[in-house]
Protein backbone atom coordinates (compact mmCIF):
# COMPACT_ATOMS: atom_id res chain seq x y z
CA UNK A 1 0.00 0.00 0.00
CA UNK A 2 2.65 2.22 1.03
CA UNK A 3 4.59 1.64 -2.31
CA UNK A 4 0.82 2.40 -4.00
CA UNK A 5 1.01 5.98 -2.55
CA UNK A 6 4.11 6.96 -3.40
CA UNK A 7 3.37 5.92 -6.83
CA UNK A 8 0.42 7.84 -7.17
CA UNK A 9 1.76 11.22 -5.19
CA UNK A 10 4.49 11.42 -7.88
CA UNK A 11 2.06 10.54 -10.59
CA UNK A 12 0.23 13.45 -9.10
CA UNK A 13 2.71 15.74 -9.04
CA UNK A 14 3.89 15.90 -12.62
CA UNK A 15 -0.26 16.35 -13.33
CA UNK A 16 0.18 19.17 -11.00
CA UNK A 17 3.35 20.33 -12.53
CA UNK A 18 1.85 19.96 -16.26
CA UNK A 19 -0.84 22.53 -15.41
CA UNK A 20 1.25 25.44 -13.75
CA UNK A 21 -0.66 29.02 -13.93
CA UNK A 22 -0.19 31.64 -16.40
CA UNK A 23 2.62 34.09 -14.78
CA UNK A 24 1.88 37.50 -15.95
CA UNK A 25 5.04 37.93 -17.44
CA UNK A 26 3.96 35.29 -19.99
CA UNK A 27 1.05 37.44 -21.13
CA UNK A 28 1.57 39.61 -23.67
CA UNK A 29 2.24 43.75 -23.08
CA UNK A 30 0.60 44.60 -26.18
CA UNK A 31 -3.67 44.63 -26.96
CA UNK A 32 -4.45 41.71 -28.67
CA UNK A 33 -7.77 40.77 -30.88
CA UNK A 34 -9.93 38.14 -30.02
CA UNK A 35 -8.61 35.48 -31.92
CA UNK A 36 -5.29 36.07 -30.83
CA UNK A 37 -6.80 35.68 -27.02
CA UNK A 38 -8.22 32.45 -27.74
CA UNK A 39 -4.97 31.00 -29.17
CA UNK A 40 -3.39 32.51 -26.62
CA UNK A 41 -5.62 30.69 -23.68
CA UNK A 42 -5.74 27.28 -25.71
CA UNK A 43 -1.92 27.29 -26.04
CA UNK A 44 -1.15 28.18 -22.40
CA UNK A 45 -3.94 25.73 -20.82
CA UNK A 46 -3.76 22.83 -23.42
CA UNK A 47 -2.44 20.90 -20.37
CA UNK A 48 -5.63 21.55 -18.09
CA UNK A 49 -7.97 20.00 -21.22
CA UNK A 50 -9.59 16.79 -20.13
CA UNK A 51 -9.62 15.51 -23.79
CA UNK A 52 -8.45 17.06 -27.22
CA UNK A 53 -11.77 18.31 -28.47
CA UNK A 54 -12.45 20.69 -25.44
CA UNK A 55 -12.19 24.34 -26.05
CA UNK A 56 -10.44 26.08 -23.35
CA UNK A 57 -11.95 29.46 -24.42
CA UNK A 58 -13.95 30.56 -27.76
CA UNK A 59 -15.48 33.72 -29.22
CA UNK A 60 -18.98 32.75 -28.10
CA UNK A 61 -17.57 32.63 -24.29
CA UNK A 62 -15.73 35.93 -24.68
CA UNK A 63 -19.15 37.78 -25.84
CA UNK A 64 -20.85 35.92 -23.01
CA UNK A 65 -18.63 36.99 -20.43
CA UNK A 66 -18.87 41.05 -21.84
CA UNK A 67 -22.63 40.44 -21.75
CA UNK A 68 -23.33 39.40 -18.57
CA UNK A 69 -21.20 42.07 -17.19
CA UNK A 70 -18.17 39.97 -16.43
CA UNK A 71 -15.69 41.36 -18.29
CA UNK A 72 -15.02 44.67 -19.15
CA UNK A 73 -16.15 45.87 -22.54
CA UNK A 74 -12.63 45.57 -25.08
CA UNK A 75 -10.96 49.09 -26.09
CA UNK A 76 -11.70 49.07 -30.27
CA UNK A 77 -11.87 45.39 -30.34
CA UNK A 78 -8.68 45.07 -28.43
CA UNK A 79 -8.20 43.03 -25.44
CA UNK A 80 -5.44 44.16 -22.80
CA UNK A 81 -3.68 42.34 -20.56
CA UNK A 82 -5.78 42.83 -17.78
CA UNK A 83 -8.65 41.25 -19.98
CA UNK A 84 -6.68 38.07 -20.07
CA UNK A 85 -5.94 38.04 -16.54
CA UNK A 86 -9.58 38.60 -15.71
CA UNK A 87 -10.37 36.17 -18.11
CA UNK A 88 -8.00 33.37 -16.37
CA UNK A 89 -10.39 33.64 -13.37
CA UNK A 90 -13.25 33.18 -14.91
CA UNK A 91 -11.91 30.40 -16.29
CA UNK A 92 -10.62 28.49 -12.98
CA UNK A 93 -14.14 29.54 -11.86
CA UNK A 94 -16.26 28.82 -14.22
CA UNK A 95 -16.53 25.23 -13.32
CA UNK A 96 -17.61 25.09 -9.69
CA UNK A 97 -19.38 28.59 -9.41
CA UNK A 98 -22.48 29.76 -11.47
CA UNK A 99 -22.07 33.01 -13.90
CA UNK A 100 -24.07 35.25 -10.89
CA UNK A 101 -21.66 34.23 -8.39
CA UNK A 102 -19.03 34.92 -10.30
CA UNK A 103 -19.86 37.82 -10.97
CA UNK A 104 -20.00 39.16 -7.58
CA UNK A 105 -16.84 38.05 -6.69
CA UNK A 106 -14.89 39.91 -9.76
CA UNK A 107 -17.16 43.16 -10.24
CA UNK A 108 -15.74 44.13 -7.42
CA UNK A 109 -12.06 44.21 -8.59
CA UNK A 110 -12.70 44.98 -11.86
CA UNK A 111 -14.53 48.30 -10.67
CA UNK A 112 -11.60 49.05 -8.28
CA UNK A 113 -8.51 47.56 -10.28
CA UNK A 114 -9.38 47.23 -13.58
CA UNK A 115 -7.24 49.82 -15.75
CA UNK A 116 -6.53 51.25 -12.58
CA UNK A 117 -3.07 53.72 -13.53
CA UNK A 118 -2.87 54.73 -10.00
CA UNK A 119 -2.31 52.20 -7.77
CA UNK A 120 -2.76 48.62 -7.53
CA UNK A 121 -4.08 46.60 -10.29
CA UNK A 122 -5.53 43.21 -11.74
CA UNK A 123 -1.83 42.08 -12.29
CA UNK A 124 -1.07 42.71 -8.52
CA UNK A 125 -4.24 40.95 -7.80
CA UNK A 126 -3.37 38.06 -9.93
CA UNK A 127 -0.02 37.74 -8.51
CA UNK A 128 -0.48 37.85 -5.23
CA UNK A 129 -3.32 34.58 -5.43
CA UNK A 130 -1.57 33.14 -7.33
CA UNK A 131 1.72 33.10 -5.89
CA UNK A 132 0.33 30.97 -3.06
CA UNK A 133 0.43 28.15 -5.61
CA UNK A 134 3.14 26.18 -4.73
CA UNK A 135 2.67 26.17 -1.13
CA UNK A 136 -0.90 25.08 -1.51
CA UNK A 137 0.20 22.74 -3.84
CA UNK A 138 2.51 20.90 -1.58
CA UNK A 139 -0.34 20.73 1.04
CA UNK A 140 -2.47 19.25 -1.53
CA UNK A 141 -0.57 16.90 -2.53
CA UNK A 142 -0.04 15.38 1.59
CA UNK A 143 -3.80 15.50 1.88
CA UNK A 144 -4.72 13.23 -1.23
CA UNK A 145 -1.64 11.20 -0.10
CA UNK A 146 -3.67 10.57 3.13
CA UNK A 147 -7.02 10.62 1.47
CA UNK A 148 -5.95 7.75 -0.77
CA UNK A 149 -4.26 5.85 1.60
CA UNK A 150 -7.55 5.59 3.60
CA UNK A 151 -9.49 4.97 0.81
CA UNK A 152 -6.96 1.99 -0.06
CA UNK A 153 -7.49 0.09 3.53
CA UNK A 154 -11.71 0.35 2.60
CA UNK A 155 -13.90 -2.64 1.93
CA UNK A 156 -11.09 -5.27 3.26
CA UNK A 157 -13.86 -8.12 3.50
CA UNK A 158 -15.03 -7.59 -0.05
CA UNK A 159 -14.09 -10.31 -2.83
CA UNK A 160 -10.69 -9.74 -3.86
CA UNK A 161 -11.53 -9.09 -7.22
CA UNK A 162 -13.87 -6.06 -6.35
CA UNK A 163 -11.73 -4.22 -4.18
CA UNK A 164 -9.36 -2.43 -7.07
CA UNK A 165 -12.99 -0.64 -7.99
CA UNK A 166 -14.26 -0.24 -4.55
CA UNK A 167 -11.44 1.27 -3.79
CA UNK A 168 -11.45 3.92 -6.49
CA UNK A 169 -15.07 4.37 -5.52
CA UNK A 170 -14.27 5.30 -2.06
CA UNK A 171 -11.24 8.07 -2.99
CA UNK A 172 -13.58 9.34 -5.52
CA UNK A 173 -16.39 9.12 -2.98
CA UNK A 174 -14.07 11.26 -0.52
CA UNK A 175 -12.71 14.20 -2.82
CA UNK A 176 -16.53 14.75 -3.89
CA UNK A 177 -17.25 15.14 -0.91
CA UNK A 178 -14.55 17.19 -0.08
CA UNK A 179 -15.51 19.29 -3.16
CA UNK A 180 -18.88 19.72 -1.90
CA UNK A 181 -18.12 21.10 1.60
CA UNK A 182 -15.74 23.96 -0.15
CA UNK A 183 -18.20 24.20 -2.77
CA UNK A 184 -20.93 25.27 -0.22
CA UNK A 185 -18.61 27.19 1.57
CA UNK A 186 -17.67 29.09 -0.85
CA UNK A 187 -21.41 29.46 -1.91
CA UNK A 188 -21.97 30.90 1.77
CA UNK A 189 -19.08 33.69 1.73
CA UNK A 190 -20.37 34.88 -1.66
CA UNK A 191 -23.69 35.23 -0.40
CA UNK A 192 -22.51 36.83 2.59
CA UNK A 193 -20.84 39.32 0.71
CA UNK A 194 -24.09 40.44 -1.55
CA UNK A 195 -26.23 40.96 1.59
CA UNK A 196 -23.47 42.66 2.98
CA UNK A 197 -23.40 44.97 -0.24
CA UNK A 198 -27.12 44.99 -0.38
CA UNK A 199 -27.58 46.46 3.38
CA UNK A 200 -24.75 49.17 2.83
CA UNK A 201 -26.82 49.96 -0.65
CA UNK A 202 -29.68 50.46 1.34
CA UNK A 203 -28.12 52.06 3.96
CA UNK A 204 -26.40 55.00 2.11
CA UNK A 205 -30.36 55.28 -0.33
CA UNK A 206 -31.81 55.70 2.99
CA UNK A 207 -29.71 58.35 4.63
CA UNK A 208 -29.42 59.73 0.73
CA UNK A 209 -33.55 60.97 2.01
CA UNK A 210 -32.43 61.67 5.73
CA UNK A 211 -29.99 64.26 4.11
CA UNK A 212 -32.81 65.82 1.47
CA UNK A 213 -35.03 65.86 4.52
CA UNK A 214 -33.03 67.58 6.60
CA UNK A 215 -32.28 70.32 4.02
CA UNK A 216 -35.65 70.84 2.96
CA UNK A 217 -36.55 71.70 6.85
CA UNK A 218 -33.47 73.88 6.71
Known sequence: MENDVKEFLSELLKQLKSIDYIKPEDIPNIDLYMDQVTTFMDEQLAASKRYESDKILTKTMINNYAK???LPSPDKK???K?????LLFIYYFKNILSI???RSILNPLTEKYFGNDDGFTMQDVYTEVFGLEAEESQKLLKDLGKKYK???ETFEDFPDEDQKF???FSFICMLSFDVY???MLIERMIDNLNEEKEASSHENTHS??????TGGKD
Open 68 to 70: NNL
Open 150 to 152: IAG
Open 208 to 213: GKDTKK
Open 181 to 183: IKK
Open 82 to 86: EHVLT
Open 166 to 168: LHT
Open 100 to 102: NDI
Open 78 to 80: KYS
